[in-house]
């Protein structure tokens, strides 16, 4: 019986002990749910959190861009502007040496002109004196010495014109040089060498008209009172020969001048057109560069063709537009046939939003960097399939490749 009892006060005391210990564990099991769905709770808090910040980010990021590929494109635009200001006031210095360097020789030819004209009157002096006997003959050379001094003084008058004019180009040339900064500033040695040319061709000028003014004086005088005063005829053919040496040696050192500033004119001439290749190439190199930069912002990028590539592919294109100037089509370099033209600054700032979006283009200029520029616009209008020409019309002349020379019409895209 006791044995019973303690078994029956075992299990009693077991089945106690069980639903005490099992209350606590509910209790500690309780607990750690409530700190789980506490933990999940603050869990939850942070990841909604971390997604604002993140979306934040995201929308700062892209604001950031949009400012980022906008200065970028201001930077590009300016950078286009501001080589085509710089090539055209180059250009402009480089008329004005054509212009001035063929005055020169206007002023060389005149010169050569007079100067036979002058040598022409010599061999008339000299009839003169060899033949004083014949007075009647004697009366007519110098009728013909005084009709080739007024040649003269017409040659002389031309000179004197073409003088002022050049001084004036030469003005001008010196404000366009300037226009160019520093690519112009070697031209101010020969501006200034020019307006010293004309200056000197006017003082020279000057000099020969009074002389052949007082040799005309002298003749007419010699010519009336030839018959009475044929002892004083010596003297006077004296003069005029020395005053017809005095011309020869004016007119030679207007030519020794003029050959002297053509030939610096020619040489600044080439350094201007170099200096305007140099910057054009400058310019399109950090288009291409910075508009990589907008590639690496945007994610979109755009696809570099070498010539031959380009032409091997040359059908898939729909359009290919080339974005230079309409007045480079004619340079040295040419353009390829069957291409449009839109002018990266003026034209396809227009054209760019009436491209079609489901069509492929490829973008041509002369050394790649404006064409890089207009296939970024293409893309940041949501054109996917852009190509670019690597290296222009300079890369594709190297390859050999064919060009055109025919000055196109430029055509824009219909709305």
Known sequence: MEIVLLIIGLIVGYVVAYFIGKGKFDSKLNAVK???????????????????QRDQLMMQYKDQAKITVATISRVLDESADSSDTTSQALSDVTNQIKTLTAMVGMIIDLSTSAGKIADLGMVNVDAVVTDLSDLAKSKSDLA????????????????????????????????????????????????????????????????????????????????????????????SISGLVKNFTQINISVSTIKAHSKMITSDSEGISALMTKSSSITKTSVENLVKQLSEITSGITGKKVIDLTPNEARDQWDSFDEIIDVRRAEEWESELGYIDGIRLSTLQTDFKKDVNKLDKSKRYLFVCRSGGRSTKAAQMAIAKGIEQVCNLAGGMLEWRTQGLEISRKRPEQTQISD
């Open 34 to 52: 409530e700190e789980l769905i506490q933990a999940e709770r603050i869990t939850s808090s942070s990841v909604d959190e971390c997604e604002q």
């Open 144 to 235: 013909m010495i005084l009709e080739k001094f007024n040649e003269v003084q017409e040659k002389t008058k031309a000179i004197r014109y073409i003088g002022e004019e050049a001084e004036m180009l030469a003005l001008n040339a010196a404000i366009e040089a300037a226009r160019a900064g520093d690519a112009g500033r070697g031209f101010a040695v020969v501006a200034d060498s020019m307006k010293s040319l004309a200056k000197n061709s006017q003082n020279t000028t000057h000099e020969i008209l009074a002389i052949v003014q007082e040799s005309n004086r002298v003749i007419s005088e010699v010519a009336e009172s030839f018959s009475d005063r044929g002892e004083k005829l010596d003297t």
